[in-house]
């Protein structure tokens, strides 16, 4: 049987007799299943903003010369399981708080961050980064595309990116003669310029940076 107890400053312990906290337990922390579940703080009264919520693994206490790491904190989608098909595990989904109001925008996702400075690294496939973003060996889609356009003559021809999307780079393809000049004509485009052609195709890659 677990044992409960209540201590006389008010704090409840399951597990240990010596609450130091509002409620105190020994040992792991099981939801029933059936439902979904939510861990949230209370709405605040009118005109009031929200409380944040903290969720920290455990502190190291330092005993002699050598201290000690602190814990970790692992979040995890549940396991998926099946005989005869492919059940995936589930998801882990971080977002932002929606906004209300007419100028009102959607809370961001922040990393490395402790709301007063950058702390840290963050890795993607990778557990020591050294940099504020390491993707170790993996790689990043970044929306990469290539437009194209097709001018009938000589003179000069452009190609521009999708919104949204910058140029890394271009060329151009001629039927005769040479290119007198090729380059980026702004952040979001492509220029070639060439004489005595009878037709040229002009192409960028485009993706989506800040």
């Known amino acids: ?6 201590g006389i400053g008010g704090n409840v312990g399951i597990g240990t007799t010596a609450p130091g906290s ?9 939801m029933s299943q059936g439902s979904n579940r939510t861990i949230s703080v209370a709405t605040t009264t009118s005109n009031i903003a929200g409380n944040s919520l903290t969720i920290q693994s455990g502190t190291a206490q330092q005993s002699g010369v050598s201290g000690q790491n602190g814990g970790s904190l692992y979040l995890t989608g549940g396991t998926g ?27 961001n996702v922040i ?29 990043i889609a970044m929306g990469y595309e ?11 021809c452009s190609v521009s990116c999708s919104a949204g999307k910058q140029v890394l780079g271009g060329g151009c393809d001629l039927a005769t003669n040479a290119v007198l000049q090729t380059k980026p004509n702004s952040t979001t485009g492509w220029t070639c310029t060439a004489t005595g052609t009878t037709y040229m195709n ?8 800040k």
């Open 1 to 6: 049987m677990q044992q409960f107890f209540r």
């Open 146 to 156: 290539q437009v194209v356009a097709t001018c009938p003559s000589a003179g000069a």
């Open 22 to 30: 509002t409620l105190e337990v020994t040992g792991n922390i099981m």
């Open 202 to 209: 002009v192409w960028a890659i485009c993706a989506r940076m």
């Open 81 to 107: 399981y099946g005989i005869t098909a492919a059940n995936s595990g589930g998801n882990v989904y971080a977002y932002g708080g929606p906004g209300t109001g007419s100028a009102a925008s959607n809370g």
């Open 111 to 139: 990393l490395a961050h402790n709301g007063t400075s950058s702390v840290g690294n963050v890795g993607i496939g990778s557990t020591a980064p050294t940099a504020a973003l390491d993707i170790g060996s993996g790689s």
